[in-house]
């Protein structure tokens, strides 16, 4: 039942400062990767968009940091910049926060032609992405990712949208950024648990995709951990160049297509998000706890091996990511999954692995056999899992 798999445009060996093209027809765009590339940002954006007028779209943590720089960098080539600063936090992902964004582009007359930016982590990606794609039926939209999992994620393949209090990225639109400017120095002013829940994506694509790659990080995963560069810009690499492979190859995440293979975890880790309240868990340590439940049933229906679990469970703990889900009742976790965008004619479409480096999608797992699952891991047997 494996996907078919496109072939990546870039060998995971690949040196810094790169450049990756994400091959969409006449949504391609480029995929700029290197230090230092705040302050080309002018330079580089210049040749690329259509009006003068750009929206920096950040929020309160990362706008004392980086926004006086992209500021500089945009008006050194002619560009007429608005700084629109949205609070910090998951739980502000929302319709009201959205309107501030259009209230602010309306207010001083940005027009068609204009450029949305979107600086910051996934959050200010996904909601600056949305309003791109739907404020005058659609303006340009650049994506500069401040986070790991934003820029080995959530910045490539216009996935963009907004949470429902019920349910995770409920509303939302494809629409493809025009390029993703990955500035890995933003990287050294990022606390340490938001590294680490960057690790959870990282560690996906070689669970869904690079059985070697996934060899490669139980090899020496501390020093990305401690941001040694090279391994850092060759990993983050790697991570878009899958991305950008699986994305070119099914923009849409059509039935059957690879793309929805990237959502390992998410279908368990989007319950977690939504349970606890949004915030509570980072996303990308919800998706952590999401994959080792994911990995725990794929055992129970005899898919992969009890080895395989025990490696993603072991490389997981060592990023210090949280595996145990939390303990709410299995009926509120199987009512949240039921909201899942995946779910199709009514029924739940699950990503499981069958190896390590291999997964696919189950539309008709039995719905006691997931609810076993769930509780199994709730509660594990004498001698854990
Ligand atoms: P986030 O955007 O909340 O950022 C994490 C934290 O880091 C925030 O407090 C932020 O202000 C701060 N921050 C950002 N850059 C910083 C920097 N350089 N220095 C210091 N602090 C910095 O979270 P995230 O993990 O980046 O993204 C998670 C979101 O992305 C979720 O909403 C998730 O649904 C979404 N997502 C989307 C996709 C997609 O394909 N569109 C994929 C994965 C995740
Ligand atoms: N993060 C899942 C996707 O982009 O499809």
């Not at 207010?107 to 959050?123: D, K, M, P, Y």
């Not at 939390?326 to 995946?342: E, I, N, S």
Request: hydrophobic share 45%; charged share 20%; net charge neutral.
């Amino acid at each position: 039942m494996g996907q078919p798999k496109p072939t990546p445009h870039k060998s995971a060996t690949a040196i810094p400062d790169e450049i990756l093209a994400v091959p969409l027809g006449d949504r391609s765009y480029d995929i700029v990767l290197g230090t230092g590339l705040l302050s080309q940002l002018g330079a580089r954006l210049r040749p690329l968009l259509p009006g003068k007028q750009v929206a920096i779209v950040t929020n309160t943590t990362v706008a004392p940091r980086y926004l006086e720089a992209v500021e500089t960098a945009l008006r050194q080539h002619g560009f007429v910049t608005l700084a629109i600063v949205l609070p910090d936090g998951e739980a502000y992902k929302d319709w009201p926060h959205l309107q501030i964004l259009f209230d602010a582009l309306i207010q001083h007359c940005f027009e068609r032609s204009a450029t949305l930016l979107a600086l910051g982590g996934g959050v200010v990606g996904d909601m600056t992405g949305f309003a791109a794609a739907t404020f005058l039926r659609g303006v340009p939209f650049v994506q500069v990712p401040t986070t790991l999992l934003s820029q080995v994620d959530a910045s490539v393949g216009g996935k963009t949208g907004i949470n429902h209090p019920l349910g995770k990225n409920l509303i939302g639109a494809f629409y493809q950024p025009r390029q993703v400017i990955i500035d890995v120095d933003t990287l050294t002013t990022l606390p340490q648990r938001e590294r680490l829940a960057g690790m959870a994506e990282v560690i996906k694509y070689g669970i869904i995709w690079d059985a070697a790659f996934f060899a490669h990080l139980e090899q020496g995963v501390e020093g990305i951990l401690d941001l040694e560069h090279r391994l850092l810009i060759d990993t983050i690499c790697t991570c878009t160049t899958i991305k950008a492979a699986i994305v070119s190859g099914d923009e849409r995440e059509t039935a059957g297509g690879p793309r929805a293979l990237l959502n390992l975890g998410h279908t368990f880790g989007h319950a977690i998000e939504t349970l606890a309240g949004y915030g509570h868990w980072l996303h990308g340590e919800a998706v952590a706890i999401g994959m080792v439940m994911a990995a725990d049933l794929s055992q129970q229906l005899n898919l992969c091996r009890a080895s395989d679990v025990a490696r993603i469970r072991q490389l997981l703990t060592r990023c210090g990511l949280p595996v145990k889900a939390p303990d709410f009742p299995v009926d509120h976790y199987l009512d949240a999954m039921a909201r899942d965008k995946k779910v199709m004619d009514g029924a739940l479409r699950l990503v499981l692995i069958n190896s390590i480096g291999q997964a696919s999608i189950h539309r008709a797992v039995p719905m006691d056999r997931l609810r076993q699952s769930i509780q199994r891991h709730l509660n594990p047997p004498e001698g854990g899992l």
